[in-house]
T-cell receptor
Framework: RKEVEQDPGPFNVPEGATVAFNCTYSNSASQSFFWYRQDCRKEPKLLMSVYSSGNEDGRFTAQLNRASQYISLLIRDSKLSDSATYLCVVNERSTNAGKSTFGDGTTLTVKP | DAGVTQSPTHLIKTRGQQVTLRCSPISGHKSVSWYQQVLGQGPQFIFQYYEKEERGRGNFPDRFSARQFPNYSSELNVNALLLGDSALYLC????????????????FGAGSRLTVL
């Protein structure tokens, strides 16, 4: 079983749709959580951190459920420019604290 | 301000050869991490260096090695290349020694795309 698992998709949605991505992690010692965005053949870029209380940044909402070891990302009013792969990232509270564990990503295509 | 810079951007090698990839972090960042990304998968952690010392190592064979220089730039070396080493190699820098902890997030370079024939 992978340490961080995501539904690979692809998710194909029309502009204006609301779409949700889920991510589960296996290590209960995980400490920090993030969503990164990766455009085709580009480097990953930080989209947002995920806090225990949930957090929102414009059209994007991230939530964390530590008990279920589950992270989510909600995108409202999807834009064509939201088309990308969304990577769930988890950091452990361990001696290997420099390691970030990435999921394999969920691909989103927003269509006109 | 310059972001994380990596070189070369693309390279082709044959099996058994050796490769050196280079990375310059964002000015003021002291930590450099290396990741391997195979097509269709997420980045896999290889190494992290902070203040010229190895702080983390992923599940990669000893053919992979790295170092960090006094100016915080870094090199990743891969010996005895295999076909399976073909991937995008990403370097990321962060300000302090525990990347992706609190505000100390990872910023990636554009990567070095290695093809092994």
């Amino acid at each position: 079983r992978k340490e961080v698992e995501q539904d690979p998709g692809p998710f194909n949605v029309p502009e204006g749709a609301t779409v949700a991505f889920n991510c589960t992690y296996s290590n209960s010692a995980s400490q920090s959580f993030f969503w990164y965005r990766q455009d085709c053949r580009k480097e990953p870029k930080l989209l947002m951190s995920v806090y225990s209380s949930g957090n929102e940044d414009g059209r994007f909402t991230a939530q964390l459920n530590r008990a279920s070891q589950y992270i989510s990302l909600l995108i409202r009013d999807s834009k064509l420019s939201d088309s990308a792969t969304y990577l769930c990232v988890v950091n452990e509270r361990s001696t290997n604290a420099g390691k970030s564990t990435f999921g394999d990503g969920t691909t989103l295509t927003v269509k006109p | 301000d310059a972001g994380v810079t990596q070189s070369p951007t693309h390279l082709i090698k044959t099996r058994g050869q050796q490769v050196t990839l280079r990375c310059s972090p964002i000015s003021g960042h002291k930590s450099v991490s290396w990741y391997q990304q195979v097509l269709g998968q997420g980045p896999q952690f290889i190494f992290q260096y902070y203040e010229k010392e190895e702080r983390g190592r992923g599940n990669f064979p000893d053919r992979f090695s790295a170092r960090q220089f006094p100016n915080y730039s870094s090199e990743l070396n891969v010996n005895a290349l295999l076909l399976g080493d073909s991937a995008l190699y990403l370097c990321a820098s962060s300000l302090e020694g525990t990347p992706n902890s609190g505000a100390n997030v990872l910023t990636f370079g554009a990567g070095s795309r290695l093809t092994v024939l």
